[in-house]
């Protein structure tokens, strides 16, 4: 299972499914538009990799690393 | 009167439109949670008044962090006519969210998007989307005035509330058939979908118990979320194709964060442009203006003070010279300085820059059990830590935003700058540039060492989510300046006028009488100096037995602007005069009597830590409950004392020996307490329970 954070910088991915977490970090990432079929990127990584810069929809998240792995994706 | 409510996505620009509403001037950045409590004021529409209430931002009806909750509530509340929904233009879709989820609800919405830049992601077909939301939909830029009056019309209007959330009917609701039976008809869909979104604060606010909320949630489909999710971005993917035409860029990203963000040059950046804003502020440009207004200053009370000794009444001309005059004088020819720092921070909130702060300090910050928000909460406290403790509702977990508010007062605050530029600059001279960055370097790194240990001890890190925005960088607009620069020399003005004048006063008066209410000259057998005599022993092993520095102190507990004040009457030097304060605090003869650089180092630091103004404490108070206070008030007189025990005791002992023993014994210390960290940290450490042939170091395994 890959997860968005073990995405590649600057590749494109293709989320499957938004899942796992607290209901509350759940419902923030879809109501921020990170749904199954929505294509993301990583494109910038914090130095120690804690915060990932994720791309969706046309503008800029930060989103910290550990809440990354509810979110599985395959590459596009 | 009729109330409208002022909602929308986070940084969208709902306080910079009601500040162009209602003609205020509150405050704005381009962050994420500037405003974290409602703000409301009267304006007017034709001889008719309306409040207008302005809201910290949301996503949707679902709260995370604790601002959020705020608006949550204001909105559920119904006690208001109207919902004026601010979308920016740059993110249509996704504040478009927020739109919908009101609409669902039958709230009265008129619609308006902020064109914030020229070149905007998308390019909106208004009468089209109106019809799509059966709502008034307005395009305009928040800071425009004018452009504001047709918005102000709309508000008379009723709305016929023709929205129909068609695009909720393919989802299936037959799981909650049962659930809502005693609920009317017409509001079953909004408790259906409410249970779908999983929205606990909703049912708890419509008084459902913790248990019946877990049953009514065990019988949803596992992605009902995504479900109700899915079905209004479907809804706003067609909207956004029929109605609008979209720019091909990404909203936020830019050239700069290639350098600023870089592994190698982000934290350099970061420290670059803090000192050049340190460096305009206490140096160059900051110094040159507060020496100029100290000169204007001087113009004025001169005469004023020679025409006073002419007063054949002593308690009257120091009253006036000392108390009136004197220090308030002094404190006052630190304006530019604290409003030009206060200003950089304005300038830093404006650019976008702090969310990249936020995403370089996540790292460290993480370890020692904050977030990477709190880094704004902790800048904001450069300036003023009253406003800084209240923005820590950033936070998304208790013992975060706990943590954030008891750190902030270790931010050494623009208040302290009279204290540090005035006695620090009396022993130190030219070289007290380093003392004042090494106070603020202090101020951090104690914080930091407090945050790690009430990490591992009181206030142990629960999963403190980050999910935070990107805005694009802007430039503060000119006519911004002008109306920055405007408030904060006003509320400068304001605090001089009021808190100090009337604490100088009290000083003045509790230092001039004896018990039995007689004048007394020099503070000899006054009130002040029995308390103070009775308190100053505790301050012996820090280097100030001295009643007049420990009254000082007393005093700043109020406000740390009076404890520069109060020194200057103690010593009774009239007038404006920093080097006059500054000579005299090194002469034994004075009241107020620094024996040495090292108890002035001392009495620096003691100033940088401990409890912060009384505004301060009542923020605390209201932000963080009773107790934390107290606990925040202990540890800071604690470390205040600690620290300043140390540095005292570093200080004298290299005043007394010679430079190099001293350093070499010092640097001995420091590199055993680092070692012995090291091996206990060896000893500790936990051997992976898994024994996996190839380690790929970046396990997966909980």
Same mark, same amino acid.
Request: net charge positive.
């Given at each position: 299972m ?24 759940i ?12 294509v ?18 046309g ?18 | ?11 969208s620009?709902?306080? *910079? ?5 209602? #003609? ?10 500037? *405003?974290?409590?409602?703000k ?16 910290p ?55 308006? $998007? ?5 070149k905007?992601?998308?390019?909106v077909?208004? %009468? %089209? ?7 008034p ?7 425009d ?19 129909k ?8 609701f ?14 079953r ?22 248990? #019946? ?17 899915s ?8 909207i956004?194709?029929e ?53 204007f200053?001087?113009?004025?009370? *001169?005469?004023?003070l020679?025409?006073l ?15 009136? =005059? ?5 404190? !006052? ?20 820059y ?5 995403? &370089? =300090?996540?790292? &460290? ?5 904050l ?7 902790? !800048? ?22 706990i943590?954030?508010?008891? !750190? ?10 009279p204290i ?8 130190f001279?030219?070289?007290?540039i ?27 890190s629960?999963?403190?989510?980050f ?12 006519k ?13 003005? &304001? ?15 509790l230092s ?5 209410f ?8 006054s ?5 103070? #005599? =009775? ?22 507990l ?17 007038g ?8 005299? $605090?090194?002469l ?8 040495s ?9 003691f100033?940088?830590?401990?409890t912060p103004?009384?505004?301060? &404490? ?10 934390w206070t107290? $606990? ?23 005043e ?37 042939e ?9």
């Amino acid at each position: 299972m890959t997860t968005l954070k073990d995405a590649q910088l600057n590749k494109l991915y293709k989320i499957k499914k938004v899942a796992g977490g607290d209901t509350k970090v759940i419902r923030r990432f879809l109501e921020l538009g990170m749904l199954s079929g929505q294509v993301v990127k990583v494109i910038n990584k914090s130095i120690l990799k804690k915060v990932y810069l994720v791309e969706i929809r046309g503008y800029l998240l930060s989103i910290k690393t550990s809440l990354l792995d509810f979110i599985e994706v395959e590459e596009k | 009167m009729k109330e409208v409510l002022l909602v929308g996505n986070p940084n969208s620009g709902k306080t *910079t439109l009601f500040n162009s509403l209602t #003609k205020s001037s509150e405050h704005v950045g381009n962050w994420h949670g500037v *405003t974290v409590e409602e703000k409301k004021k009267m304006f007017k529409v034709e001889n008719e008044d309306y409040l207008l209430v302005d809201t910290p931002g949301i996503y949707s009806l679902s709260p995370l962090s604790f601002e959020e909750e705020v608006s949550f509530k204001i909105i559920e509340s119904d006690n208001y006519s109207k919902i004026i929904n601010l979308c920016d233009l740059n993110n249509l879709q996704r504040n478009l969210y927020l739109t919908l989820c009101l609409l669902e609800e039958n709230k009265d919405v008129v619609v308006v $998007i902020n064109e914030i830049d020229k070149k905007a992601k998308y390019k909106v077909n208004t %009468k %089209k989307l109106s019809n799509f939301l059966s709502v008034p939909v307005f395009v305009l830029n928040a800071e425009d005035k004018e452009a504001t009056k047709n918005l102000k019309q709309t508000l008379k209007q009723k709305d016929l509330k023709k929205f129909k959330s068609e695009y909720l009917d393919q989802i299936d609701f037959s799981c909650l058939k049962d659930a809502f039976k005693e609920i009317p008809l017409e509001e079953r869909k909004k408790f259906c979908v409410k249970a779908f979104e999983r929205n606990e604060n909703f049912f708890k606010l419509n008084g459902y118990s913790d248990e #019946k909320i877990k049953n009514l949630f065990s019988v949803l489909p596992q992605n009902s979320m995504e479900l109700i999710a899915s079905a209004r971005y479907n809804f706003l993917d067609q909207i956004i194709e029929e109605c609008c035409e979209k720019n091909d860029f990404v909203y936020g990203k830019s050239k700069f964060d290639k350098i600023l963000l870089n592994k190698f040059f982000a934290f350099p950046c970061f420290f670059l442009i803090l000192s050049v804003i340190f460096y305009l502020t206490f140096f160059s440009l900051g110094a040159f203006l507060s020496n100029l207004l100290s000169s204007f200053l001087n113009l004025i009370t *001169t005469p004023i003070l020679d025409a006073l000794l002419s007063i054949d009444s002593p308690f009257i001309y120091h009253l006036f010279a000392d108390a009136l =005059f004197g220090g308030v004088a002094t404190v !006052l020819s630190f304006l530019p300085q604290v409003v030009l720092l206060f200003f950089f921070l304005s300038v830093l909130e404006d650019s976008g820059y702090l969310s990249r702060v936020a995403f &370089i =300090f996540e790292d &460290i910050l993480g370890k020692i059990g904050l977030s990477g928000k709190s880094v704004y909460t902790l !800048l904001m406290g450069f300036g003023c830590s009253t406003t800084a403790i209240m923005t820590a509702r950033n936070m998304d977990n208790k013992n975060s935003k706990i943590k954030t508010a008891i !750190l902030c007062p270790y931010m050494s605050c623009s208040a302290k700058i009279p204290i540090y530029t005035v006695i620090g600059g009396a022993f130190f001279g030219a070289s007290n540039i380093f003392v004042i960055i090494g106070l603020y370097l202090l101020g951090v790194v104690v914080a930091l060492v407090i945050s790690k240990i009430l990490d591992m001890t009181l206030l142990k890190s629960e999963n403190q989510t980050f999910i935070l925005e990107f805005p694009p960088y802007r430039m503060t607009s000119f006519k911004r300046v002008g109306k920055i620069l405007w408030k904060n020399v006003k509320s400068f003005l &304001i605090k001089v006028g009021s808190v100090m004048i009337t604490m100088n006063v009290i000083v003045f008066l509790l230092s001039s009488f004896t018990f039995s209410f007689n004048y007394t000259e020099n503070g000899s057998g006054s009130m002040l100096e029995s308390i103070g #005599k =009775f308190l100053a022993p505790i301050f012996e092993p820090i280097g100030f037995n001295n009643w007049a520095i420990v009254s000082a102190l007393l005093a700043g507990l109020v406000a740390k602007e009076v404890v520069v004040s109060s020194i200057a009457m103690f010593n009774g030097v009239d007038g404006n005069a920093t080097s006059l304060i500054s000579s005299s $605090i090194l002469l034994p003869t004075s009241v107020v009597y620094f024996a040495s650089g090292a108890s002035i180092l001392s009495f620096l630091v003691f100033c940088l830590l401990y409890t912060p103004c009384l505004a301060s &404490i009542s923020m605390m108070l209201q932000e963080i409950g009773k107790k934390w206070t107290v $606990i925040a008030i202990c540890i800071e007189l604690f470390v205040a004392y600690i620290v300043s025990f140390i540095v005292y005791n570093i200080a004298l002992a290299f005043e007394i020996f010679d430079f190099w023993p001293v350093f070499l014994i010092l640097l001995s210390i420091v590199i055993l307490l680092v070692s012995f960290v090291f091996i206990y940290k060896f000893i500790k450490r936990k051997k992976c329970p898994y024994n996996c042939e190839n380690c790929s170091k970046v396990c997966k395994k909980k």
